[in-house]
């Protein structure tokens, strides 16, 4: 997969809960989902009386502006994905035009329940590094799809400030993939938890039941 920039391209509720091994348990926690794009997560989670925030910089646009550049880039990541079918792994989503379907479905529900979450403060602006929530403020941070994905976009050193960052406002932090677009393990992953253990903190890789991009089917979980 070659991207020359970050794609707004969601996930579904269902799909985090196989990302990241979510439990009824870890739905009692408060949860910041991190550079979220345009998931269901939050609209499909809060429905059912989680506490999830969100914060993108994508949520500076509405939710229409969202939705076309969403539908600027999705025929060229799907003919990405058909003329690449050994990249990919159809247990989940069963073909690439069942991708195209399950992420239009997704943007569709994010779109709906966008504005109304915008007033209700759980979808906020915010860019790594940076970003504004209080020391501890959240139980659980998740990330999908974007550190380590986008190896070749953002160095090492972003990544290393954007995980501190995270773990300032977050007592518990799940990452998934740790794999690159091009289905390779970040160069960055060995190095930042060598750093993290350094400073205290317990890392795992954690196997989960999600897998799309081939060899994609490990989680990096870090605790105080």
Same mark, same amino acid.
């Given at each position: 997969?070659?991207?020359?920039? !970050?794609?707004?391209?969601g996930?579904s509720?269902? &799909?985090?809960?196989?990302?990241?091994?979510?439990?009824?348990?870890?739905?009692? $926690?408060s949860?910041?989902?991190?550079?979220? #794009?345009?998931?269901?997560?939050?609209a &499909? #989670?809060t429905?059912?009386?989680?506490?999830?925030?969100?914060?993108? %910089?994508?949520?500076?646009?509405?939710?229409?502006?969202? $939705?076309?550049?969403?539908?600027?880039?999705?025929?060229?990541?799907? =003919?990405? !994905?058909?003329?690449?079918?050994?990249?990919?792994?159809?247990?989940? @989503?069963?073909? %690439?035009?069942?991708?195209?379907?399950?992420?239009? *479905?997704?943007?569709a529900l994010?779109?709906?329940?966008?504005?109304?979450? $915008?007033?209700?403060?759980?979808?906020?602006?915010g +860019?790594? %590094?940076?970003? =504004?929530y209080?020391?501890?403020?959240?139980?659980l #941070?998740?990330v999908? @799809?974007?550190?380590?994905?986008?190896?070749? @976009?953002?160095d090492? +050193?972003?990544?290393?400030?954007s995980?501190? &960052?995270?773990?300032?406002?977050?007592? &518990?932090?799940?990452?998934?993939?740790l794999?690159?677009?091009?289905? *390779?393990?970040? %160069?960055?992953? +060995?190095?930042?938890?060598?750093?993290?253990?350094? *400073?205290?903190? $317990?890392? =795992?890789?954690e196997? !989960?039941?999600? +897998?799309?991009?081939?060899?994609?089917?490990?989680?990096?979980?870090?605790? =105080?």
């Amino acid at each position: 997969m070659n991207l020359e920039k !970050v794609v707004p391209f969601g996930r579904s509720l269902d &799909e985090y809960i196989k990302m990241f091994n979510l439990t009824e348990n870890d739905f009692k $926690k408060s949860i910041l989902s991190v550079a979220d #794009g345009p998931a269901s997560f939050n609209a &499909e #989670g809060t429905k059912l009386g989680y506490k999830i925030n969100s914060v993108d %910089p994508l949520y500076i646009f509405s939710g229409e502006e969202i $939705k076309r550049r969403f539908c600027a880039v999705v025929d060229d990541i799907i =003919k990405q !994905v058909e003329n690449t079918p050994n990249d990919w792994v159809w247990s989940y @989503h069963k073909s %690439p035009q069942n991708l195209r379907k399950n992420r239009e *479905k997704v943007i569709a529900l994010f779109c709906a329940d966008y504005e109304i979450g $915008k007033k209700d403060n759980r979808y906020n602006i915010g +860019q790594l %590094p940076r970003l =504004k929530y209080d020391k501890n403020q959240y139980e659980l #941070g998740l990330v999908s @799809h974007f550190l380590f994905l986008y190896s070749a @976009h953002f160095d090492q +050193q972003f990544h290393i400030n954007s995980i501190d &960052e995270i773990l300032r406002i977050c007592r &518990e932090v799940r990452i998934f993939p740790l794999i690159t677009l091009q289905n *390779k393990i970040s %160069p960055y992953l +060995q190095f930042i938890i060598t750093y993290l253990e350094n *400073k205290g903190y $317990k890392c =795992k890789l954690e196997k !989960v039941s999600y +897998q799309l991009q081939r060899g994609g089917n490990q989680m990096l979980i870090i605790t =105080k």
